[in-house]
């Protein structure tokens, strides 16, 4: 596929991908989506690749969805924002939640409606001092989609997360930052440095160690205290298997820095 609404490239271990329509804040529209979906289909079947970078092109991460590409009718003519989710949205943000990787989202900007939660379907946020969060669908009178309804109050508690859809208030990523909405905000002028530093580290770490952190705590929710201590028991038992963990312990016991393959 010929990408013309992202850019997408992988080097050392890293995918990053960027939301490429700056002209439209990075809306989406269907190419968008359709575009996105080929990359995340590249990074699961490339081994080499052992984290995963989001990013917005130009002065914004993502203003949501473009209001001028809605296409997807109902039996009346009128617009199917339900079939939308269902086609666009629900499995971009299934689709982040399970891939096998950490993903890190650089919010170099404004970030809006769906493209505010689209970035907390990531792993670690991290945005610009200058940058913004919006939960803007109370303004064209809809619910946060996108996963917000699920994430913003377990991020941020009931009574944040109900300011924040129902007054659509801007808030500032330093506030987010203090929330625990992200996980860092950074100045504008360090914000690429940091990106690249995480990404680097975590293209070094036991990636599949990572992975099953990352399973582990999202779907801690679903279970018992009793049912995830037996979780994490059956996890370290497979990871204690991995080669990743013989190396980690070597490397402890020399007193040397660990050469980690991701197996």
Not at 51 to 59: C, D, E, F, Q, T
Not at 74 to 96: F, M, T
Not at 135 to 151: I, N, W
Not at 242 to 250: L, Q
């Amino acid at each position: 596929m010929i990408y013309q609404t992202i850019l997408f490239q992988t080097q050392g271990g890293i995918a990053r991908l960027t939301l490429n329509r700056p002209e439209r804040l990075n809306s989406f529209n269907t190419q968008m989506h359709e575009e996105v979906r080929n990359a995340l289909s590249q990074i699961e079947q490339d081994q080499n690749v052992r984290v995963m970078v989001l990013s917005g092109a130009g002065r914004g991460f993502c203003a949501g969805q473009d209001l001028s590409d809605l296409n997807v009718t109902a039996n009346d003519g009128s617009i199917d924002l339900g079939a939308s989710i269902e086609k666009y949205y629900a499995p971009l943000v299934l689709r982040l939640r399970s891939l096998r990787m950490p993903i890190v989202c650089a919010v170099n900007g404004v970030a809006a409606g769906a493209g505010a939660n689209l970035a907390l379907a990531c792993d670690i946020v991290i945005a610009k001092k200058s940058a913004s969060f919006i939960q803007s669908f109370c303004k064209l009178g809809l619910v946060p989609d996108t996963g917000g309804t699920y994430a913003l109050p377990r991020l941020v508690g009931t009574a944040r997360a109900m300011g924040l859809a129902l007054l659509g208030d801007k808030l500032s990523a330093e506030q987010a930052a203090d929330w625990g909405m992200i996980w860092q905000c950074v100045d504008d002028a360090d914000f690429d440095g940091v990106i690249d530093k995480i990404a680097e580290y975590l293209a070094a770490a036991p990636t599949q160690a990572l992975a099953r952190t990352k399973e582990a705590i999202l779907s801690s929710g679903l279970r018992t205290l009793e049912e995830q201590l037996d979780h994490e028991r059956w996890t370290m038992r497979d990871l204690g298997r991995t080669s990743d963990y013989k190396e980690g312990v070597a490397a402890f016991l020399e007193k040397r820095a660990p050469l980690f393959t991701g197996n």
